[in-house]
């Protein structure tokens, strides 16, 4: 059905889109047997490479590939190396169906040993998928060393970075943002991708020609506000101006604004952004004064006050209400080489 | 629809995306993911995972960093020799005596003290340490760099995304991979960027003509090999072109640091680089190695060894206050790696320790990775690793990870061969928080 070639593009293109659209019917199709229809595709074509640990004639442990076991409800819940591989009710998210729809030729296909799965049999895996991934009474091996699966729906849950578990948690009930408004932000130059794959949620940074970005520039992400969570804005000319749209993005867990002309005013207008983790606002003109508006940020976990007009006296009321928060003020260099010939030796060669 | 728009980067929606939008949106320099990803340029399935990482600095030991008069002090042993340990801001890490420094960071660094290698000469030990591909004679491999470039895309699109800094730059490549994702090296930091400025007498005007020739020469040539070698080639001298215009040139100079932050790396190449290190990572460069040498110490291990453990001390101290300090060390990983450690056991003759693949110690810092912890454990003597062994491709699949790079993805040679970004490595995902 796929083929490497590019004239046949659009008509691949043409059958997968209609994978997903013209058969809309997945609440009244009959309901997939796992044991009886997808079991038998698994055993069949996957457990040999991601089934029990197996010997060699030279009695060496093969290896599981990719660190992914299918052969149980566990494993397959647990994913492999790179992560989950299902996401119930989600094919498109589920790299257990994407992997076996590659163009034959993609040194991605799975199975990687012969033929594809035939359309019909990935027509029942994404039918599967798409009507929850239900086990039935199947558990396959239950191996004791199967750690603890979630069954989370995102492919990001068993993630226990701190960092992606909250970018996945925000980003869970969020409606993507719409072709126009992300073209009107485009506009703002600056560099917006997601904040993790798959995800609603944006990053945008302004990183080349710094001194070139202005106000004008982030106001033109208003139409995607909702979505920012990490915003760049390091060494641009934005002021005050500024931080009124970005007080209304509510997602935002990290917001850099290093060496900005932004003052204790600009500073107040960002007390709503109770998501914020990560605030930098080291070379700026900020002061004691302006901290106080962020007594109100419960989650913050790094503030940056490195070369602004904060003392440590300043610190103390905020670190008080935040016990969480740590504040970063001044380098710790204070081991700095004196010129007594403590410090550093010169080098032989 | 919206929803595929953005979620770009699974196979399905990517081909749904091209189908629809991609002539739409074409706004190429404000989208580079969905630019790369309509181009073509990233190969169909590279789905990037989630990533607490987004630049390195990768510090590289260069002749095999003696793990026992560094990282992994065995005191009140032998062969620990004349070098004393020293207790560090985190309980039960301790450091050697030439690390007063570092004593007082260990709360942002993980230690590995179990690492080991297949290796155990220079050449082939750099080669495995950066690729993580032993090296044969019919292939070159890419270094992690050149994989992080080639997969993720630069963040800064006037800056190369991939840098090298120092004297001897073995190991960093872009492999079999274009040649546009080659380490940018840089001799000398204090240098900055060399022959990035018109030459003098030449114009604006002249220098586009120039241009244009030569494009009139390789056209037909272009037009008959169409293909990707050929394109990344013509490719550099676009991109030199942009960066000689950039004004994120600024990045490569170190006048605009002070004094006292200069002194504090240290006034040699590696501290020196390292600095420069931190600036290109402000300006989105993704990945920079700075290489310090010199640490092949088979004579007299404890003379060198007091005087290359104190500078990196300094310097590596004087980073990672920095990087945390700007707000930096949260998404940048800061790496120590080197090719294999030292003998344990002293050589008498020369006072030195050989090369011994079987155990040494690298650390990793920031980017996501816990602080504070030390991972592995060595025997008492420091002869074999008693708990947790890390191979070097776990190693670099420790990075990958942190980075979002999917480890099983593969590309191919152009011969037709697939490879990995860690070769099969399994992340210690125990390192992260």
């Known amino acids: ?349 | 629809m919206d929803k595929n728009l953005l979620n770009g980067l699974d196979e399905v929606s990517r081909r749904n995306f091209l189908a629809t939008s991609a002539k739409s949106l074409l706004g190429m320099s404000a989208m580079p993911l969905f630019a790369r990803l309509a181009s073509g340029q990233t190969t169909p399935g590279a789905g990037l995972m989630p990533a607490t990482a987004r630049n390195v600095i990768y510090l590289y030991m260069s002749g095999g960093m003696s793990q026992l008069d560094t990282f992994d002090p065995k005191p009140g042993e032998e062969n620990q020799g004349p070098v004393k340990a020293i207790p560090t801001n985190v309980p039960g890490v301790q450091v050697s005596e030439h690390f007063p420094n570092m004593a007082r960071h260990m709360d942002k660094v993980a230690v590995l003290n179990s690492m080991r290698t297949t290796q155990g000469a220079h050449a082939q030990g750099k080669y495995f340490m950066h690729t993580s591909y032993e090296m044969r004679a019919t292939i070159r491999h890419p270094s992690l760099g050149a994989w992080l470039n080639r997969i993720d895309g630069p963040s800064n699109p006037t800056l190369p995304g991939h840098v090298a800094i120092g004297n001897e730059l073995y190991g960093a490549s872009s492999g079999f991979l274009e040649s546009n994702f080659s380490p940018l090296p840089i001799g000398d930091p204090e240098a900055g960027l060399q022959n990035s400025t018109l030459v003098k007498g030449l114009t604006e005007e002249r220098f586009h003509d120039r241009l244009s020739r030569i494009q009139k020469l390789n056209a037909a040539f272009v037009k008959k090999y169409d293909q990707k070698n050929v394109r990344a080639y013509s490719d550099i001298y676009d991109q030199a072109v942009s960066l000689m215009k950039s004004v994120d040139l600024k990045a490569f100079d170190l006048k605009p640091e002070s004094e006292a932050l200069r002194e504090a790396y240290g006034k040699d190449r590696f501290g020196q680089g390292c600095l420069l290190a931190r600036r290109l990572i402000e300006h989105g460069v993704r990945y920079v190695e700075v290489v310090s040498d010199g640490w092949d110490t088979h004579n007299q291990n404890f003379d060198e060894l007091a005087q290359k453990g104190p500078a990196l001390d300094q310097t590596l101290a004087t980073l990672l206050a920095d990087l945390s300090s700007r707000g930096l060390l949260e998404e940048t990983l800061v790496v120590v790696a080197t090719e294999f450690g030292r003998t344990p056991r002293i050589t008498q003759d020369r006072v030195g320790r050989d090369h011994f693949p079987q155990a040494f110690s690298c650390l990793l810092a920031g980017g996501g990775i816990q602080g504070g912890v030390k991972y592995g454990r060595t025997s008492n003597t420091g002869e074999e690793i008693t708990k947790s062994p890390v191979s070097v491709p776990d190693f670099n699949a420790t990075i990958a990870y942190a980075l979002g790079l999917p480890l099983d993805h593969i590309l191919m040679s152009p011969s037709g061969r697939p490879f990995t970004v860690a070769h099969k490595g399994r992340p210690v995902k125990a390192l992260f928080s």
């Open chain 1, 1 to 349: 059905m796929f083929t490497p070639s590019r004239t046949n593009t659009s008509v691949a293109l043409a059958l997968m889109l209609s994978a997903f659209f013209v058969f809309p019917d997945r609440g009244r199709a009959q309901k997939i047997d796992f044991r009886n229809q997808v079991l038998p595709i698994l055993k069949s074509r996957c457990f040999e490479c991601h089934g029990a640990p197996t010997k060699t004639s030279a009695g060496r442990k093969k290896r599981v590939k990719g660190g992914l076991r299918l052969d149980g409800k566990g494993w397959i819940l647990l994913g492999g190396d790179g992560g989950k591989v299902l996401s119930p009710q989600d094919a498109k998210r589920s790299s257990l169906y994407t992997r076996t729809v590659l163009d034959r030729e993609d040194p991605d296909i799975m199975p990687a040993k012969g033929k594809p799965l035939s359309s019909k049999e990935t027509g029942l895996l994404r039918q599967w998928i798409e009507q929850g991934a239900d086990f039935g009474a199947w558990k396959g091996d239950t191996g004791a060393e199967i750690p603890k699966a979630s069954s989370g729906k995102n492919s990001t849950k068993n993630d226990s970075r701190e960092l992606i578990q909250l970018l996945d948690k925000l980003g869970a009930k969020l409606p993507f943002p719409e072709q126009k408004a992300l073209i009107g932000a485009r506009d703002s130059m600056g560099r917006i991708v997601p904040a993790i794959p798959g995800s609603p949620l944006l990053r945008v940074d302004f990183i080349s020609k710094e001194n070139k970005i202005q106000d004008v520039n982030v106001e033109k992400l208003a139409s995607v506000k909702g979505n920012i969570t990490q915003l760049g804005l390091g060494r641009t000319r934005i002021t005050d101006e500024s931080l009124k749209v970005i007080g209304k993005m509510s997602r935002l867990t990290r917001l850099d604004l290093n060496n900005t002309e932004i003052s204790d005013a600009g500073v107040a207008h960002l007390s709503p952004l109770t998501e914020l983790r990560y605030l930098n606002l080291y070379g700026t003109s900020v002061t004691n004064q302006g901290l106080s508006a962020l007594s109100s940020l419960s989650n913050l976990r790094s503030l940056y006050l490195f070369e602004t007009q904060v003392t440590d006296e300043g610190t103390k009321q905020l670190q008080t209400k935040l016990p969480g928060l740590k504040i970063h003020l001044k380098p710790d260099l204070s081991s700095l080489p004196t010129g007594d010939g403590q410090g550093r030796r010169r080098r032989r060669r």
